[in-house]
């Protein structure tokens, strides 16, 4: 996630942070390089204009107190303004009094609407909100089969009038359903279009004064830089939207919206979308995504991410033994990568160590799909040789290869990794760092 943004703005502070005596000719210097890493980030040029002149008028106090390590105050000046430019604090759900609370999800065809309207419903479903979800996207062919399914996946109450064209009909019909259900939020995927067009707006428009929602989420395409600040500008214009929920995260965004949309609308980041599978939709917090862009980490949304997804017990269990004089061996790593794999992608969960940035986790080759090649040779191990790797000489490491379909110089490696891995157990977070450079165990 920004990764090149995170690379670029780093390289430009580390500049400054490398001298002993900061002046202003370095800061002005410093700040034209950061201007220039925004603006080809496509964060707006008048937000990126503001927000340097708010650094440089802080920064050049600094430098004039000639303070001990002023570049490490520079980066302290940077992040604070990052955390302002991203929307300054987490901004959740603001439920009804008395429920349900309706959520109108609006957004251009392939923002990831529907989807996005499924992965809302299963958070809100863990979060004991009883979502209750309606399909009033007539329009696009398929969408209503397409949420039916995704509440069938979710295990969520669904509204759906195949065939009728009446929106305002069919969500009033729906806030019916919902109640009877006892449903506590209502989430009404509407209809997108290609590009934003009146006719579009005034449904919309029609549809809120129809059930005045307590919520107008937009889903934007994080992807897309400018243009999401652009059609979120359009959206909040005619709809007034209460936030937005930027999708493909997980992907190449260069961080432009994600530093433009609040600047320019106001309306706070709410959620992105950070996978395709439905639990792959996270709060956002400013403060932590400012961390995580410089490098700093964002250790609290990983131990939410694992308190949510990793079982407690097998974790205490794989702790205790990972400590203990014998520690882990082959078939206890093997349960423990696997749940790391239910934290999502390996390099984003890596991308939220502190001190770990894109250059260590490109140089360490992280690829989930190593995982199973792992998984492969360790299955085709016997149990006395997972629990005691210095027996697999040459003859049993062929036999080994053979059995898994892979090569005998990756069991090689991975049997020399895991060496490693034991040696990082002991050696905490330095030991992780230093690991970066040659590969965990299924990376690579």
Do not use: C, W
Not at 173 to 201: P, Y
Not at 391 to 407: D, E, P, T, Y
């Amino acid at each position: 996630m920004f990764d090149e943004l995170s690379s670029k703005l780093n390289a430009a502070l580390q500049k400054l942070t490398g001298r002993g005596v900061l002046n202003e000719e370095a800061v002005t210097e410093g700040l034209r390089e950061i201007r220039r890493v925004l603006l080809e980030a496509d964060v707006s040029f008048e937000l990126t204009r503001e927000f340097l002149e708010r650094v440089r008028e802080q920064a050049v106090g600094v430098a004039a107190l000639k303070a001990v390590r002023p570049g490490q105050q520079l980066v302290k000046i940077v992040y604070d303004e990052l955390v302002k430019l991203l929307g300054e604090k987490l901004a959740p759900i603001a439920y009804a009094m008395v429920p349900p609370t309706i959520i109108m999800v609006v957004g251009l065809q392939g923002s990831g609407k529907t989807t996005t309207a499924g992965k809302l419903a299963k958070r809100l479903k863990l979060e004991q909100k009883a979502p209750f979800l309606v399909a009033a996207d007539v329009y696009r062919p398929a969408a209503v089969d397409q949420l039916v399914t995704l509440a069938k996946q979710v295990d969520v109450g669904v509204h759906a009038e195949p065939g009728v064209s009446d929106v305002p009909g069919i969500v009033k019909r729906a806030l019916v359903a919902a109640e009877r259900a006892r449903a506590r939020t209502v989430i009404v995927d509407t209809a997108g279009r290609l590009q934003i067009d009146d006719a579009m707006m005034a449904e919309l428009q029609g549809l809120k004064a129809a059930i005045k929602p307590h919520e107008i989420l937009l889903v934007a395409d994080g992807m897309t830089g400018q243009d999401a600040v652009r059609i979120a500008s359009g959206f909040h214009e005619a709809l007034g939207i209460t936030g937005v929920v930027l999708t493909k995260m997980d992907g190449d965004a260069r961080g432009g919206a994600a530093l433009s949309i609040y600047g320019i609308t106001k309306a706070p980041i709410k959620y992105i979308g950070v996978g395709e599978k439905l639990d792959a939709l996270e709060p956002f917090h400013p403060e932590r995504m400012a961390g995580r862009i410089l490098q700093q980490g964002d250790v609290l949304s990983l131990v939410e991410k694992a308190q949510s997804t990793v079982d407690a017990a097998e974790a205490e269990k794989l702790a205790k033994k990972a400590t203990s004089k014998k520690g882990m061996d082959l078939g206890d790593f093997l349960t423990a990568m696997k749940q790391i794999q239910k934290m999502g992608p390996l390099k984003n969960v890596l991308g939220m160590l502190p001190g770990v940035n894109p250059a260590m986790l490109s140089a360490a080759k992280v690829d989930d799909k190593k995982i199973k090649h792992v998984e492969a040779i360790v299955l085709s191990m016997t149990a006395r040789e997972r629990t005691d790797p210095d027996l697999i000489n040459g003859s049993r490491r062929m036999r080994i290869a053979k059995g898994s379909g892979r090569s005998v110089q990756e069991v090689n490696q991975l049997l020399a990794q895991f060496k490693q891995m034991q040696k990082m157990m002991k050696g905490g977070g330095k030991g992780i760092r230093s690991m970066m450079g040659k590969g965990f165990p299924g990376m690579g």
